[in-house]
């Protein structure tokens, strides 16, 4: 018997895709999910035919948006905690590019997503074939090109028999915790349907699990060193704590030593928002608990987190000169940045391993000083969230009444706008699953195909997405996509009639009102007609006592309902955060940006360490 097996390049890539598998909770899945697609020419006749004929080990879901579909993709990953991912294959040109967008979000984001774009002949014999975009001095340069500087790992298969050597790099990169990201496999339309002898052991069936990097035994006991002499310590918690499934090593670890620990977005809820030890969000978003801790700690140990600037409040909680930075981090880029003392590994075992090292030494002075902090900064939260009979909320307002509605088993989904910075300081994650935020791109649109992707995950969480009417018009395809795979998304819309938070930001940058909120005479969008079109339950609220009743109504019901309120477009929480970097003309004829940029030149020179 003939150990090869002839195959088309298309064939190989499902076939080895399905013979990949991951361990989730002790049952053996495959490892990636399935495949989102959208058909054209350059995939319908190649990746078309082999995901037809491999629908039952490799489901496919049609879509309706390239870089909708990628996102949904990529929030599966996330809420999977990259323990699982999906492809995404589509036609060539703009098919393609219309996923550069999420691509870069997986980027930034640190998730896996597997890019399966068609591309232009590898023979060139039709060129230009249709959608081709044609570089005058280099005719290898295709439209996928575009993906080189937001893919970890990108190829360009030009023969089926690459595939043998390029398949596994992509595997590793998507499997990797410190390398993880988006992988681009462009895939020329004749080499799609190209065939070739693969041996059939290439699709032998492969296990893929969690691989944990141990500290260095030089940097840890540096580490357990900078931590021994802290009398002031703070935690920033990132998603890394989430990636590495250390939520509950953490809040032992915090318990033990009582340290209290504030959140990044992506970290948010790793620690139950009433653990004792949580002081809230930290950074430009941040409670008002955190970030004072964070000024005047004198060592803070960052996990798992890219340290960006909403975190360190563009660098300003870190300018203490005496203050030590610990950084845990998998991934040796991150674990360098300000100049960390660095403790490269997976989070769970630096975690585990410190434990062993440290002994508690809190002061209790210091302790009854984080728990009044804390508690102040909870009734800040009260304060903010309360009921109210207004018929223009603020976002705060709703949020708390997604937030009391939403259950135990809530997750609620976000990414841009206003709401994400009042999410990260407001919301009361009661678990580990209960917050998704993309806030790593803040990519407006990603709110309700990144529902769909956290439903497919999690088909037994009530997910919740909240958005503005902003992001809802930039993308809401997904909700068509919602309602025929029969996953049901809630969504709460919040019409403040354009760009509040640019319009908010506009302003105190000296600005005046312009091009950020529609004009009054603009006449108002139909949201719930535009809902019900694409097939959802969509009802009108007037204030936040009917959005709770609505909420609750709604809840067992199963098709997508998405339910609008009219809120505030000038309100933001003022209680907590901390100061951001949005660079100010420095020559303006308006005597506001003049006064506000002598403004930010003087925050500039007191809180940079750049200046
Ligand atoms: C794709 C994309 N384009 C532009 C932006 C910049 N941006 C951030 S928030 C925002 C306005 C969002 O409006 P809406 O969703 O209504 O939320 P609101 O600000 O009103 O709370 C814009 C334009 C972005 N983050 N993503
Ligand atoms: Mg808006």
């Given at each position: ?212 990097l141990g500290p260095d035994t030089r940097q840890l006991t540096a580490a357990a060193e900078a931590i021994r002499r802290a009398k002031q310590p703070l935690i920033i918690a990132g998603?890394g704590v989430?990636?590495a499934?250390a939520c509950?090593t953490l809040a032992r670890f915090a318990e033990r030593f009582s340290i209290p620990v504030a959140e990044t977005?992506?970290g948010?809820?790793a620690l139950?928002?009433?653990h004792p030890q949580n002081v809230g969000?930290i950074g430009?978003?941040g409670s008002s608990a955190a970030n004072e801790l964070a000024r005047d700690a004198d060592v803070i140990i960052a996990i798992g987190t890219r340290l960006?600037?909403?975190t360190t409040a563009?660098s300003s909680l870190f300018r203490n000169p005496r203050r030590q930075l610990v950084a845990i981090n998998v991934c040796r880029?991150d674990a360098a940045k300000f100049g960390a003392l660095q403790l490269q590994g997976d989070a769970l075992r630096a975690l585990d391993e410190l434990n062993v090292l440290l002994e508690p030494s809190v002061s209790a002075e210091y302790s009854a000083r984080v728990k009044h902090l804390a ?203 901390a ?28 809180v940079?360490d750049?200046?």
């Open positions: 018997m003939s150990d090869r097996v002839r195959l088309t390049a298309s064939q190989a890539i499902v076939r080895y895709l399905s013979a990949q598998r991951t361990v989730v909770d002790g049952q053996e899945v495959p490892l990636c999910a399935g495949v989102f697609a959208i058909f054209g020419h350059g995939n319908v006749a190649g990746m078309g035919e082999a995901l037809s004929a491999s629908r039952a080990e490799l489901p496919t879901y049609r879509a309706h948006n390239e870089q909708a579909m990628a996102h949904a993709a990529i929030a599966y990953a996330k809420t999977m905690r990259r323990r699982r991912f999906m492809a995404c294959t589509t036609s060539i040109g703009p098919g393609a590019t219309n996923m550069v967008t999420a691509a870069a979000l997986a980027h930034v984001n640190r998730l896996p997503v597997l890019l399966l774009p068609g591309d232009v002949f590898a023979s060139r014999r039709p060129d230009p074939v249709l959608q081709q975009v044609e570089d005058f001095g280099d005719p290898t340069v295709t439209a996928n090109d575009c993906f080189r500087p937001v893919s970890r790992y990108w190829d360009r298969i030009s023969r089926p028999e690459q595939l043998m050597r390029s398949l596994p790099q992509a595997l590793g990169v998507l499997t990797d915790p410190a390398e993880c990201g988006p992988v681009t496999l462009a895939l020329p339309q004749d080499v799609q349907a190209e065939a070739w002898e693969y041996p059939i052991s290439f699709f032998q069936p492969r296990i893929h699990e969690l691989t944990r998603g989430h990636y499934q509950e977005q992506a948010k809820g139950r928002w009433n969000s430009v978003t960006q600037d909403f563009s880029f508690q102040t900064w909870n009734s800040s939260v009260e304060a903010a969230t309360a009921v109210s009979d207004t018929t223009l909320p603020t976002d705060a307002q709703v949020l708390g009444a997604v937030n009391r509605a939403i259950g135990t088993n809530g997750t609620v989904v976000c990414a841009a706008g206003g709401l994400p910075g009042e999410l990260h300081k407001l919301w009361r994650a009661q678990d580990s699953d209960a917050y998704h935020l993309e806030y790593g791109y803040s990519c407006m649109g990603y709110e309700i195909a990144g529902g769909l992707g956290v439903k497919l995950a999690r088909p037994d969480r009530n997910v919740v997405v909240m958005v503005g009417d902003g992001s809802y018009l930039m993308m809401n395809s997904e909700i068509a996509t919602a309602i025929a795979l029969g996953l049901k998304l809630t969504i709460v819309l919040l019409d403040n009639r354009g760009y509040g938070c640019i319009s908010r930001l506009q302003k105190s940058c000296g600005g005046t009102a312009f091009n950020n909120l529609l004009e009054e005479a603009a006449p108002a969008v139909d949201f719930v007609a535009h809902a019900r079109s694409l097939g959802a339950e969509s009802l009108q609220v007037n204030n936040v006592r009917e959005l709770e009743r609505a909420l609750n109504d709604t809840r067992a019901q199963t098709r997508t309902v998405v339910i609008v309120i009219n809120t505030d477009p000038h309100h933001s929480t003022a209680a907590g955060g100061w951001w970097d949005v660079a100010v003309p420095e020559v303006s004829g308006s005597k506001d940006v003049a006064a506000a940029n002598e403004k930010y030149r003087k925050t500039l020179r007191d940079s750049l200046e």
